[in-house]
T-cell receptor, first 114, second 115 residues
Framework: AQSVAQPEDQVNVAEGNPLTVKCTYSVSGNPYLFWYVQYPNRGLQFLLKYITGDNLVKGSYGFEAEFNKSQTSFHLKKPSALVSDSALYFCAVRDIGYGQNFVFGPGTRLSVLP | DVKVTQSSRYLVKRTGEKVFLECVQDMDHENMFWYRQDPGLGLRLIYFSYDVKMKEKGDIPEGYSVSREKKERFSLILESASTNQTSMYLC??????????????FGQGTRLTVV
């Protein structure tokens, strides 16, 4: 069975500082990995994905994520945080076999302080 | 851009009512999903459909059913609403991962309150 862990419920960072939101996963085969962001009372917006290839993937709004197979991690990063980045972030893994489902982590709330 | 539209942003229903949540996508996606989101629990899959008239139970199907008569529309039905079904409901769609683009696109969510 697949699973996703986001070890931090909350991450606080000062505006202008780098940010990292952590994600680890467990899958039986090769992972398809995703990051989504959710603003209050809205649906989820796709940020970026890893399917294959370069371990560093770049996405929307200046975010990037690093895939590390040996550590089964897919941490989300941004070199310089903005107050407008404050939101709920979800990591997800997709089963490409029979189920084709997405499994989401519990979410990490990011607060960027001015 | 892909658009996934949920019929209501907010709903208030009474206990025991039959509730219909509608979701429509405009990109000819094979896969459609219904999740519920509760604080601290993340997103939990209720039902999944990988084609017209096909459906699979997710992690928490009890008390729910679904209908997919047309490719673009995936309906979630609460047979007899209960207060523990008060939640945010999210619909999503995607292509099959074998086709290429694998990410899911989400609707804006329906916040359902059962009183």
């Amino acid at each position: 069975a697949q699973s996703v862990a986001q070890p931090e419920d909350q991450v606080n960072v000062a505006e202008g500082n780098p940010l990292t939101v952590k994600c680890t996963y467990s899958v039986s085969g090769n992972p398809y990995l995703f990051w989504y962001v959710q603003y209050p009372n809205r649906g989820l917006q796709f940020l970026l994905k890893y399917i294959t290839g370069d371990n560093l993937v770049k996405g929307s709004y200046g975010f990037e994520a690093e895939f590390n197979k040996s550590q089964t991690s897919f941490h989300l990063k941004k070199p310089s945080a903005l107050v407008s980045d404050s939101a709920l972030y979800f990591c997800a893994v997709r089963d490409i076999g029979y189920g084709q489902n997405f499994v989401f982590g519990p979410g990490t709330r990011l607060s960027v302080l001015p | 851009d892909v658009k996934v539209t949920q019929s209501s942003r907010y709903l208030v229903k009474r206990t025991g009512e039959k509730v219909f949540l509608e979701c429509v996508q405009d990109m000819d996606h094979e896969n459609m999903f219904w999740y519920r989101q509760d604080p601290g629990l993340g997103l939990r899959l209720i039902y999944f459909s990988y084609d017209v008239k096909m459906k699979e139970k997710g992690d928490i199907p009890e008390g729910y059913s679904v209908s997919r008569e047309k490719k673009e529309r995936f309906s979630l039905i609460l047979e007899s609403a209960s207060t523990n079904q008060t939640s945010m409901y999210l619909c999503a769609s995607s292509l099959s991962p074998r086709v290429g683009k694998t990410e899911a696109f989400f609707g804006q969510g329906t916040r359902l309150t059962v009183v």
